[in-house]
């Protein structure tokens, strides 16, 4: 195979972003009006697993008090509490975290902030972020 035209050795993108610290962890932003792919944060969909399996054990009997759960499980009552408000998120709320829509400084310490139980007034959670 020949080539018609040498092909350079270097090449300089420049590609405009900055650095945000997202669960730990530094990862690149794109500015506004950027396309790019949304990327799901584990933490979060970890903290939703736990905490609607934690729900389920609760009320299927298994444990009768959180503070019993919480102790099997080795963390702090709490914690766990916090963790569990998760499962009163809006249904679309939930979905976006999973589909990782959330916004890019929207991590689980965001979402374990108390906020209204009525999925009407949540939306903010997402939308503030954006």
């Known amino acids: 195979m020949t080539r018609s035209a040498p092909i350079p050795e270097t090449i300089t993108l420049y ?5 945000v ?3 730990g962890r530094k990862e690149m932003q794109l500015p506004d009006g950027a396309s790019g792919h949304s990327k799901m944060d584990n933490t979060l969909i970890k903290a939703l697993a736990r905490a609607f399996r934690w729900k389920c054990m609760l009320e299927s009997g298994e ?3 959180i503070a019993e759960l ?3 499980e080795g963390i702090a009552p709490s914690y766990m509490t916090r963790v569990m408000r998760l499962t009163l998120l809006a249904p679309e709320t939930v979905e976006a ?3 990782g829509r959330q ?16 999925w009407k007034a949540q939306p903010w959670l997402l939308a503030d972020h954006r």
């Open 63 to 65: 444990f009768t008090t």
């Open 97 to 99: 975290m999973v589909e």
């Open 103 to 118: 916004p890019p400084d929207a991590n689980l310490a965001h979402f374990l902030e108390p906020f209204p139980v009525e």
């Open 15 to 19: 590609i405009p972003f900055r650095r």
């Open 21 to 23: 610290k997202r669960g």
């Open 70 to 72: 919480a102790e099997r």
